[in-house]
T-cell receptor, first 112, second 115 residues
Framework: DAKTTQPPSMDCAEGRAANLPCNHS???????VYWYRQIHSQGPQYIIH???NNETNEMASLIITEDRKSSTLILPHATLRDTAVYYC?????????????FGGGTRVLVKP | NAGVTQTPKFQVLKTGQSMTLQCAQD?????MYWYRQDPGMGLRLIYY???????DKGEVPNGYNVSRLNKREFSLRLESAAPSQTSVYFC??????????????FGDGTRLSIL
């Protein structure tokens, strides 16, 4: 699996958009980009994933650069309940056991 | 709409005791997984079951056994608990595993302390 690099922490204001960057410069052509988050004391929560096109769902938008070497997760209107650790994961087509490799993630604090 | 349910939520054991962690999903998923998360660390895969009737070792299988009881349920057993197994255990499931487009859905974890 390609390695990902995320900032260790960031703050954002409640009601504003939160833009979370992720670098994955060694990504292969058939690897997907996944985003999960983990709210304190809860299990990881799937947010969104994509291959090359931008994706949007009810939780967030995922913007992947044309060269696929980086991506940005956008939470359009951050709320206090979005405070969590956000993980960017790149997964190979046939990852052993289909396992997810969680790195350090970005600790996001949404402030009133 | 329960998703993935884990029981118990908390457990304290003495060294050498055995116990089984239960996991059930109601999403008709084929694949199920057991991870552990230690403080300040990411998740590590213990065992997985790609489909009903199959199980395979993950990164850290030593000291654990699993049973895929049916399509819904996947249990994790500690035969002789050790303090190094103190951790938070997460169960997850996905629709399938034959491709990277299968997101995994997680339960809320079992917090296990071994004294």
């Amino acid at each position: 699996d390609a390695k990902t690099t995320q900032p260790p922490s960031m703050d954002c204001a409640e009601g504003r958009a939160a833009n979370l960057p992720c670098n994955h410069s060694t990504i292969s052509g058939n690897e997907y980009v996944y985003w999960y988050r983990q709210i304190h004391s809860q299990g990881p929560q799937y947010i969104i994933h994509g291959l090359k096109n931008n994706e949007t769902n009810e939780m967030a938008s995922l913007i992947i650069t044309e060269d696929r070497k980086s991506s940005t997760l956008i939470l359009p209107h951050a709320t206090l309940r979005d405070t969590a650790v956000y993980y960017c994961i790149v997964r190979a087509l046939k990852a052993a056991g289909n396992k997810l490799t969680f790195g350090g993630g970005t600790r996001v604090l949404v402030k009133p | 709409n329960a998703g993935v349910t884990q029981t118990p939520k908390f457990q304290v054991l003495k060294t050498g005791q055995s116990m089984t962690l239960q996991c059930a999903q109601d999403m008709n998923h084929n694949s199920m997984y057991w991870y552990r998360q230690d403080p300040g660390m990411g998740l590590r895969l213990i065992y997985y079951s790609a489909s009903e009737g199959t199980t395979d070792k993950g990164e850290v299988p030593n000291g654990y056994n699993v049973s895929r009881l049916n399509k819904r349920e996947f249990s994790l057993r500690l035969e002789s608990a050790a303090p190094s197994q103190t951790s938070v255990y997460f169960c997850a499931s996905s629709e399938g595993w034959t491709g990277p487009s299968q997101p995994q859905h997680f339960g809320d974890g079992t917090r296990l302390s071994i004294l």
